[in-house]
């Protein structure tokens, strides 16, 4: 999210002042007004300011003459994806982030952000990658450049651009160096806690390791993806089905040269079809877990994330699927990564 500063005007502050700081923010123009403990009072544009100029109010006026008393806020972590859908059909187009007391913590800016998902997010970058050698003898996989920045900084720059802030990096194989490059995320405004395996624990044991989670869904990735998946259309899917778990899966097409015969059980032709298209879903390394399953993956011990589907589903509780209609690709391969480096020039990620 942008910083609050620029967007925050005090109550005793003059009307001059609030335009000279309007004028800076341009497109962004619109100011919210607090006490010296930062408390929301009220908006303020440069409509506000000439309706009140055309009332008879002037420069010597406080603002407080001048605000919109009820400006819409949301407060941190409930974020309503619908509520927030409803602001940007409305045109609001930044919002401010309030704690439980009304102080002002933060800024929602639907311009440069989809929107605002509750969730911790965790990604997988600890692996050799000795498919690619020799581009991973010293460099970690999620470092490998995709046109002009590394394979994971897409995965992190979307996430953040749906307003998640804390985000672990599971590392191990040159993990020192995803290190260096992030170090705690406050270049980009986030939180980036590092989660180191002493032994290889799978594709999601290593979240145990994870010192604390600060929302009730973790997202969980392969850092070695490209994709445009849209993470908001995907965890509002997941919280409205009520699942404990939904697993993003991508199309795989079989198609047949041949006719193929459909039988019973007793070799009797029921139909033909000629050449044949077959689709199925294959599972494209994006989940995202309720907190509480957590308790289903043993400590110390390598544990996929095959592994917990299969605990969830033994215990009767609910897995959802969720299709990315748009771009995917898992770098694995030399083949992959040319591939990667020509799609990076078209899409908009």
């Known amino acids: 999210m942008d910083s ?54 002037g420069f010597e006026d406080s603002i407080l003459e001048f605000i919109q008393s009820h400006p819409k806020f949301i407060y941190e ?62 460099t970690p996989k999620p470092l490998l450049k995709v046109g002009d920045k590394p394979i994971i900084e897409y995965n992190i720059d979307r996430l953040i651009n749906v307003g998640i802030k804390n985000i672990h990096l599971s590392i191990n194989y040159l993990g020192d160096q995803l290190v260096e490059y992030f170090k705690d995320g406050e270049d ?87 050449k044949p298209r077959y689709t199925y879903f294959s599972n494209a390394g994006i989940y995202i877990i309720n907190k509480k399953l957590l308790n289903l993956i043993p400590h110390n011990k390598a544990f996929d994330t095959t592994d917990l589907m299969d605990k969830v589903i033994e215990l009767d509780n609910k897995i959802i699927t969720y299709p990315i209609n748009g771009y995917w690709l898992d770098i694995g391969k030399h083949e992959d990564f040319k591939k990667a480096q020509n799609d990076i020039k078209h899409l908009k990620l």
Do not use: C, W
């Open 4 to 57: 609050i500063q620029k967007h925050i005007i005090r109550q005793n502050q003059s009307v001059r002042e609030a335009l000279i700081s309007l004028d800076k923010l341009a497109s962004d123009a619109i100011l919210f007004v607090a006490d010296e403990e930062l408390k929301l009072i009220g908006s303020l544009t440069d409509g506000d300011l000439r309706r009140g100029f055309i009332k008879g109010l």
């Open 77 to 138: 972590n409930e974020y309503d994806p619908n509520k927030l859908e409803s602001f940007k059909k409305n045109n609001l187009k930044i919002i401010p982030i309030l704690d439980k007391a009304g102080k002002i913590i933060d800024i929602l800016n639907f311009r440069t952000k989809a929107t605002i998902i509750p969730a911790d997010a965790v990604l997988m970058a600890g692996g050799e990658g000795k498919r690619l050698r020799p581009l991973t003898e010293n």
């Open 188 to 274: 980009k405004n986030i939180h980036i806690n590092y989660i180191r395996e002493d032994i290889p624990l799978g594709t999601i044991g290593s979240v145990l390791l994870a010192k604390e989670f600060e929302n009730e869904d973790i997202i969980v990735m392969n850092s070695d993806l490209l994709t445009n998946i849209d993470f908001a259309d995907f965890f509002k899917t997941y919280k409205e089905s009520g699942a404990d778990m939904a697993v993003a899966a991508t199309s795989y097409h079989v198609d047949v040269p041949y006719a193929v015969l459909e039988t019973d059980d007793f070799q009797k032709v029921k139909s033909l079809k000629e």
